[in-house]
C-alpha cells in the first residue's frame, strides 16, 4: 500500500470538492468537530471553574472526615438536611497526623450545621431598647438625656401600636371576624390605651413583658432565618482559603468567639426587603439591560422589575414601623419634598414613591439610599451585634450561643455565587458549644453548679443502689418546672456572664484540642491529589485514625458532579449526533461509491487490486475527515477564543458559582482538539467500512459496461 | 508462434433470473503473439463478453481460457488481477480515464500499481508514450479538456504503457467520428507494428475491420467465420498523426 499511498491521496484531495455528497459529508464532520470543540472546551473551563470555586471557596483539595460517619460528607447541604458526620475527637492529633504528609501544606478544622434564627421583629427591637433606657434609668438614675430617650421610645413603641390597630381594622373588613383571635384584639386594645402608658412607668418591667410576650407576636415582620454556618479557625481558614476578602468590618480577632456573614446571605437574607427589591431592580437594569416596563407592550405580563415594586408599595409596614414620630416627620417631609406631593400620610406617600418607572428608577433608587436609609435600619443584625444562635445539639436539645458579629465576608471573584456565598462562619470554640460538646469551660461551669448544689455524682452501674438502696445517701428532691438560664440569671449577672465570655481569648491549643466534624486539607501541589489521598488513607491505617478521605469534588456532594452530568449530557448529545453523522455518511458514501462503480471497476480492469479500493475509498473520506475536522476545530478554536476575550455572563447566582465569577473566559486545550479530532476520524472511518467493503466488490467487468 | 491466447470450446451463461441466456456456446480461438485481431458481429453476438473473457474480467462457465499460459479458471482474483496489472493492456469503448488524474497521471497509473519502476523511470517511460500518441504537449490536462479522440490517445497510451503482451479495445471507435476512429485504428497498427504487442479488439465497422490481419465474426455466441483479410496497409507510427 505505501507506494500507492501517494496516488490514493492525490485522488482523493482531487475528488474533494468534485462531489456535491462530500460537501454534505464534510459540513456533518465540520459541525460535529466544532460541537466537540466548543462544548468540550466550555465544559472543560467551567469544571476549572467550579472546581476553583469549591477548592478555594471551603473544600480544600481534599475533606477528610470520620469513617464512622452515617451519612458521606456533602459540603453545600444535601437534600435539605445536613450530612450526619461523627465528630473527631481530637483535633490536633489528627491535624499533626495529616501535616506529617509530605504534600500535605495544612489542614484547616471544619464543622458544618445550621440554625433557624429569628432575626426579631420591629416590635421586639423596640422594647429592647426600651428595656435597656428602663434598665440604665434604674442603676444610673435619671439623667435628662436618658429620660429623654426614654420618653420618645415609648412613643415610638405607641405609634407603632396605632400602626397594629389599624392593620387590625382593615383586617377585621378583610376577614371573617372569627379568624382573629378575641385575645389578640383585646391585647392591642389594652396596650393602645392611654391607661396602659399612664400606668406604665410604675411597673415598666411587667408592662414590657405584657408587650413582649402578647403585642410583639402580632407584628408580622418576624422571619426564621436558616442560617448554614461552617465552624473553623478564623486565622488558619483566612491563610488556607486566601481569594477571601473582609467587606465589612473587620476579621474575627485571633482566639475570639465571634461570626461573619457572608455578604451574599447578608444582603440576600438580612437587608430590608424594600431596599433588596431595588437592588435587584437595579442589577437587571444595569446587568441585563432590562427595562422596568414591559407590561403595556408584551401582551401585558408584568415584568419582574414591576412586580418587586408591587410588593414594595405593598408592604410598607416594614418601613413604616421601624421609625418614630420625629423620623416619620423627616421621611414625610423629605418624600413631599421629592415627590412634589401633599399628601401627610407615610403609608400613601410611600406608595407613591415606589411607583417606579424607567425614567425615575435612577433618581429615586438614589434618594432612597440617601434620603431614607439614614432613618431606617438597613440590616435586621449589624455589624457590631451580638448574634443569638440556637440550635439542635446531636443529642437533641436545644443549645443557644452568643456570638459577636464581626463583620461580611466574600470570596474574590464570586461575590454573588449562591452556593459559597450562604456559608457562614463562626469560630470553634461557639461551634463546638452549638454542637453540644463539651468544652473545657463548660465542664468547669458544671463543677462549680455541683458545687453550688451540693450534688454528687454517682457512678451508672451503682445508681439503683445509691438511689433506692438500703443506706442510700442520696434523696431526690425535685422543683416543678424547668430552669431557664436566660431568666435565672437576668440583668447584669447575664450581661457581666456574656460579656466574659465575648471578651476571652482562646489559645490555639484551645482551638485545635477538641471536637471537629471534618478537616480541609490544603496541597502543595494539587496535582498529585490521588497520591496524596492514598497517603493519608495509609496514614488513618497505619495510626487507626479511621478517616474517610474524599476529593473536592465529592466532598461537594450533588454539586461537584455538575459539571461530570454536563459533560455525559455532552456526551451523550455528541454520540447522538455523531450516531446521526454515522448513518449519513455512511449513506452518502454508499451513494458515492455508486456513483463510482465505473472508475472503480476500470481501476480494477488495468490491474488494482481490492486492498488499493479500500485504501481509495478509506483515504478519501481521511483526507475528507482531516480536512473538514481541520476547519471545525480552527473555527471552533476560534469561537472559544472569541468566547474567552468576551466571556460568558452567569445568568444566575448558581452560574456565578460554576463560573468562579460573573463571566466564564473559555480556554482551548490541545487535549480538546486531539479528542475532536480522533473522535471524527474515527466516526468517518467506521462510517465509511461499509461502503468501502462494497466498494471492493465492484466487478472489474463494471469497466466494460458503457457509463450511465 | 506459440498461441499467446487460447480458447478451447468455452461457454458462457449468464443467469438472468431462473432464464440461463448463453452468451458464448462452445467458442475456440487461438490468438498468436504480434496478432492484430478484429472480432466482429452484431449487438448481441458475444463480442465482449469474447473480450472479457481474454481480458480477465470474467471467467467461463466452461471451456478453458489460457492467457499467457495461465488457466483462468483457476486463478484466484488477486492473480487475475494481477495478469491484467502485467499481461494486459485495456481500451474501452468511452475511454475511461480518471477524470481527477491529469494525462500524464493517467497513463501513470498503471505503473505505480505496478510498483516496479523509479519515479524518472516512469516519467521517461509515460512520456515517450504521450509523445507515441502526440499528446505530449497535453500532460498537464485534465480528460475533460480533450477531444474524444485526444482522450482515446490517452487510453491508447495508459494500455501499452506497462509494455503488456496483450491489448484489448472494446470497440474503441465507437464513440469517435470515423476520421478520428481511423486515426486510433491506424495509431494501435502502427504500435503493434512496432512493438509486436498483441491487439484483439472488437468492431461493428467494416473499414476498421478491414485493417485487423485477422477478422473474427460471432452470431449467437458462435464464430462463424474466420478471415484474414488481404490488404492491410500498414501505415508507420509517424504517419498516423
Known amino acids: 500500500m505505501g507506494g500507492h499511498l501517494r496516488v490514493l491521496i492525490r485522488i482523493a484531495l482531487r475528488n474533494l470538492f468534485a462531489s456535491k455528497l462530500n460537501l454534505v459529508i464534510g459540513g456533518i464532520i465540520l459541525v460535529g468537530t466544532l460541537l466537540v470543540v466548543v462544548g468540550g472546551a466550555l465544559l472543560d473551563s467551567m469544571d476549572q471553574s467550579m472546581s476553583r470555586s469549591i477548592i478555594g471557596s471551603v473544600a480544600g483539595n481534599i475533606q477528610v472526615y470520620s469513617a464512622k460517619s452515617k451519612d458521606p460528607i456533602a459540603l453545600y447541604g444535601a437534600m435539605g438536611a445536613e450530612a450526619d458526620l461523627a465528630a473527631i475527637d481530637d483535633f490536633s492529633k489528627l491535624k499533626t497526623a495529616l501535616e506529617s504528609i509530605p504534600n500535605v501544606k495544612t489542614a484547616v478544622p471544619m464543622g458544618i450545621n445550621a440554625a433557624l434564627i429569628t432575626s426579631g421583629n420591629t416590635v421586639d427591637i423596640a422594647l429592647e431598647k426600651l428595656r435597656e433606657l428602663v434598665r440604665q434609668k434604674q442603676q444610673g438614675g435619671s439623667t435628662p438625656e436618658v429620660e429623654a430617650k426614654y420618653q420618645s421610645q415609648k412613643e415610638y413603641i405607641r405609634q407603632i401600636l396605632r400602626v397594629l390597630q389599624s392593620d387590625m381594622k382593615k383586617r377585621e373588613v378583610m376577614l371573617a371576624e372569627k379568624s382573629i383571635e378575641p385575645e389578640n384584639v383585646a391585647a392591642l386594645a389594652r396596650a393602645g390605651s392611654d391607661a396602659f402608658w399612664n400606668d406604665f412607668d410604675r411597673d415598666p418591667l411587667n408592662s414590657l413583658e405584657f408587650l413582649e410576650n402578647r403585642i410583639a407576636p402580632q407584628a408580622s415582620d418576624a422571619d426564621l432565618i436558616y442560617l448554614r454556618y461552617l465552624g473553623t479557625d478564623p486565622d488558619e481558614f483566612q491563610q488556607s482559603f486566601d481569594r477571601i476578602q473582609i467587606v465589612d468590618g473587620q476579621k474575627i480577632p485571633t482566639g475570639r468567639r465571634g461570626f461573619l456573614f457572608a455578604k451574599f446571605f447578608y444582603e440576600n437574607m438580612l437587608k430590608l426587603k424594600?431596599?433588596?427589591?431595588?437592588?435587584?431592580?437595579?442589577?437587571?437594569?444595569?446587568?441585563?439591560?432590562?427595562?422596568?416596563?414591559?407590561?403595556?407592550?408584551?401582551?401585558?405580563?408584568?415584568?419582574?422589575?414591576?412586580?418587586?415594586?408591587?410588593?414594595?408599595?405593598?408592604?410598607?409596614?416594614?418601613?413604616?414601623?421601624?421609625?418614630?414620630?420625629?423620623?416619620?416627620?423627616?421621611?414625610?417631609?423629605?418624600?413631599?419634598?421629592?415627590?412634589?406631593?401633599?399628601?401627610?400620610?407615610?403609608?400613601?406617600?410611600?406608595?407613591?414613591?415606589?411607583?417606579?418607572?424607567?425614567?425615575?428608577?435612577?433618581?429615586?433608587?438614589?434618594f432612597?439610599?440617601?434620603?431614607?436609609?439614614?432613618?431606617?435600619?438597613?440590616y435586621r443584625i449589624r455589624v457590631g451585634d451580638v448574634l443569638t444562635i440556637k440550635a439542635f445539639t446531636r443529642t437533641g436539645y436545644v443549645q443557644s450561643v452568643n456570638v459577636p458579629v464581626y463583620g461580611t465576608f466574600q470570596f474574590k471573584g464570586m461575590e454573588d455565587a449562591a452556593l459559597a456565598g450562604n456559608l457562614n462562619l463562626m469560630d470553634l470554640v461557639s461551634f463546638r458549644d452549638l454542637y453540644g460538646y463539651l468544652s473545657a469551660e463548660k465542664l468547669e461551669e458544671v463543677d462549680k453548679l455541683k458545687k453550688l448544689a451540693g450534688a454528687e455524682s454517682i457512678d451508672r452501674s451503682r445508681a439503683e443502689e445509691e438511689l433506692f438502696g438500703a443506706g442510700r445517701k442520696v434523696v431526690a428532691e425535685a422543683t416543678p418546672g424547668l430552669i431557664d438560664e436566660g431568666r435565672e440569671t437576668s440583668g447584669n449577672l447575664r450581661a457581666l456572664r456574656r460579656e466574659e465570655l465575648l471578651r476571652r481569648v482562646y489559645s490555639k491549643d484551645e482551638m485545635d484540642n477538641g471536637v471537629m466534624l471534618n478537616a480541609a486539607v490544603i496541597l502543595k501541589d494539587p496535582l498529585k491529589l490521588k497520591q496524596t489521598m492514598k497517603d493519608i488513607e495509609a496514614l488513618s491505617e497505619r495510626e487507626h485514625l479511621n478517616l474517610k478521605v474524599v476529593s473536592w469534588q465529592t466532598a461537594a456532594g450533588l454539586i461537584g458532579q455538575f459539571v461530570s452530568l454536563a459533560k455525559l449530557a455532552l456526551y451523550i448529545a455528541v454520540f447522538i449526533i455523531f450516531i446521526v453523522a454515522l448513518v449519513i455518511i455512511n449513506n452518502a458514501m454508499m451513494m458515492a461509491t455508486l456513483q463510482r462503480v465505473h472508475e472503480i471497476g476500470t481501476m480494477r480492469a488495468i490491474g488494482a487490486q481490492r486492498s488499493f479500493v479500500l485504501g481509495l475509498v478509506l483515504t478519501e473520506i481521511i483526507v475528507l475527515g482531516m480536512v473538514f475536522g481541520a476547519t471545525g476545530a480552527a473555527i471552533g478554536a476560534g469561537i472559544v477564543k472569541w468566547l474567552g476575550k468576551v466571556g460568558i455572563a452567569a445568568?444566575?447566582?448558581?452560574?456565578?458559582?460554576?463560573?468562579?465569577?460573573?463571566?466564564?473566559?473559555?480556554?482551548?486545550?490541545?487535549?480538546?482538539?486531539?479528542?475532536?479530532?480522533?473522535?471524527?476520524?474515527?466516526?468517518?472511518?467506521?462510517?465509511?467500512?461499509?461502503?468501502?467493503?462494497?466498494?471492493?466488490?465492484v466487478a472489474p467487468v463494471r469497466a466494460m459496461q458503457a457509463e450511465e | 508462434m506459440t498461441a499467446i491466447v487460447s480458447l478451447s470450446d468455452v461457454v458462457r451463461t449468464y443467469r438472468l433470473g431462473a432464464v440461463a441466456v448463453p452468451a458464448l456456446q462452445g467458442v475456440s480461438l487461438e490468438v498468436h503473439a504480434g496478432d492484430f485481431i478484429s472480432i466482429a458481429g452484431p449487438s448481441g453476438s458475444g463480442k465482449t463478453t469474447l473480450l472479457n473473457l481474454i481480458g480477465c474480467v470474467d471467467t467461463a462457465t466452461s471451456g478453458t481460457v489460457l492467457v499467457d499460459g495461465n488457466d483462468t479458471q483457476h486463478l484466484s482474483d488477486r492473480e487475475l488481477t494481477d495478469l491484467r496489472l502485467n499481461t494486459l493492456g485495456f481500451i474501452f469503448q468511452s475511454f475511461n480515464l480518471v477524470s481527477v488524474l491529469s494525462v500524464f497521471q493517467n497513463v501513470e497509473f498503471p505503473l505505480l500499481l505496478q510498483r516496479r519502476l523509479s519515479k524518472s523511470e516512469r516519467k521517461d517511460r509515460v512520456m515517450s508514450l504521450l509523445d507515441q500518441v502526440g499528446l505530449a504537449t497535453h500532460v498537464h490536462h485534465r480528460p475533460n479538456e480533450l477531444s474524444g479522440g485526444q482522450r482515446q490517445r490517452v487510453a491508447v497510451a495508459r494500455a501499452l504503457v506497462t509494455q503488456p503482451k496483450i491489448v484489448l479495445a472494446d470497440e474503441p471507435t465507437a464513440n469517435l467520428d470515423s476520421v478520428t476512429g481511423n486515426n486510433i485504428i491506424d495509431l494501435m497498427k502502427a504500435l503493434n507494428v512496432k512493438n509486436g504487442t498483441t491487439f484483439i479488439f472488437s468492431t461493428h465497422d467494416s473499414k476498421v475491420m478491414s485493417h485487423a490481419n485477422v477478422v473474427i465474426r460471432l452470431a449467437d455466441g458462435k464464430i462463424v467465420d474466420r478471415t484474414t483479410p488481404g490488404n492491410v496497409q500498414l501505415k508507420s507510427v509517424a504517419e498516423v498523426h
Open chain 1, 368 to 378: 432612597f439610599y440617601d434620603q431614607l436609609a439614614p432613618l431606617l435600619e438597613l
Open chain 1, 651 to 697: 445568568q444566575n447566582d448558581w452560574f456565578y458559582f460554576f463560573f468562579s465569577g460573573p463571566r466564564l473566559h473559555p480556554w482551548l486545550s490541545a487535549g480538546n482538539l486531539i479528542a475532536a479530532f480522533v473522535i471524527v476520524l474515527a466516526v468517518s472511518a467506521i462510517s465509511t467500512l461499509y461502503p468501502a467493503f462494497l466498494a471492493t466488490r
Open chain 1, 274 to 366: 424594600a431596599a433588596r427589591r431595588l437592588d435587584k431592580i437595579k442589577k437587571t437594569r444595569v446587568d441585563q439591560g432590562l427595562p422596568i416596563v414591559t407590561s403595556t407592550g408584551k401582551g401585558g405580563q408584568p415584568s419582574e422589575a414591576e412586580h418587586l415594586l408591587k410588593e414594595n408599595q405593598a408592604q410598607t409596614q416594614e418601613i413604616i414601623l421601624q421609625l418614630d414620630r420625629i423620623k416619620t416627620q423627616q421621611a414625610i417631609q423629605r418624600l413631599q419634598q421629592e415627590l412634589g406631593a401633599s399628601d401627610t400620610d407615610l403609608d400613601a406617600l410611600l406608595k407613591k414613591f415606589f411607583e417606579m418607572n424607567d425614567q425615575n428608577f435612577n433618581r429615586r433608587y438614589r
